[in-house]
C-alpha cells in the first residue's frame, strides 16, 4: 500500500504497490523501491537510491542521494524498545552513496559516512566515518580510505567485473 501522503519524486520505481507499506515520506527521483519494504512518516529518500527487499526504513530517517539499502536491512528511531512513553525520536542519516548490507540493523541518531559501506549483518552502534568499511556486531571500521577512488579501487581488486 502507498499511503495518498507519500511525495513521489520522477520515475520512482516500485517493484509491486500491492506489497509495500509505505506512508508520510519522500522518494527522490529515480530511486527503485522492492517489495515487502515499509518506509514510515518523515524519512526522506534521496534520488537514484536502491532499497531491496524487506527493508525498513522507519521514522527519521534520511538517505542522501545514491544509496543502496540492501535486502532485510532494518533501521530504529528509538534507543530502547517499549519504554511506556513516546519519545523523540532521533535522526538517523546514511550519507550519500553509501552501501547497507543485507540484514544489517542500525540504530537510531546514526550516521554513515558518504562512500562507506556497512557489512552484512552488522549491528551499528557508532557513526561510522566516510570512504571506510565496518562490518560485525557491534560495527567497527576495519578498513578506512582516503578518497572514492581508493575505496572504489580496493572493492574492484576484490570481485571480478564484468
Request: glycine share 8%; aromatic share 10%; net charge negative.
Amino acid at each position: 500500500m502507498i499511503d495518498n501522503n507519500v511525495i513521489l519524486g520522477k520515475n520512482v520505481k516500485i517493484f509491486n504497490p500491492e506489497q509495500v507499506n509505505i506512508f508520510g515520506c519522500i522518494i527522490g527521483d529515480e530511486s527503485f523501491v522492492g517489495p515487502f519494504v515499509e518506509i514510515t512518516r518523515n524519512t526522506t529518500i534521496g534520488n537514484n537510491c536502491v532499497i531491496e527487499s524487506h527493508a525498513f526504513l522507519c521514522d527519521s530517517v534520511i538517505l542522501e542521494d545514491h544509496v543502496f539499502i540492501s535486502h532485510g536491512a532494518m533501521f530504529t528511531n528509538d534507543l530502547y524498545p517499549n519504554v511506556g512513553v513516546h519519545v523523540e525520536y532521533l535522526q538517523t542519516i546514511v550519507k550519500r552513496w553509501a552501501s547497507i548490507g543485507t540484514n544489517a540493523t542500525i540504530i537510531a541518531g546514526i550516521t554513515i559516512g558518504e562512500y562507506s559501506v556497512v557489512g552484512a549483518g552488522s549491528v551499528v552502534t557508532k557513526d561510522i566515518p566516510p570512504f571506510s568499511i565496518a562490518a560485525g556486531n557491534p560495527a567497527r571500521v576495519l578498513k578506512q580510505f582516503n578518497s572514492v577512488e581508493e575505496i572504489q579501487n580496493y572493492f574492484r581488486s576484490k570481485q571480478k567485473i564484468r
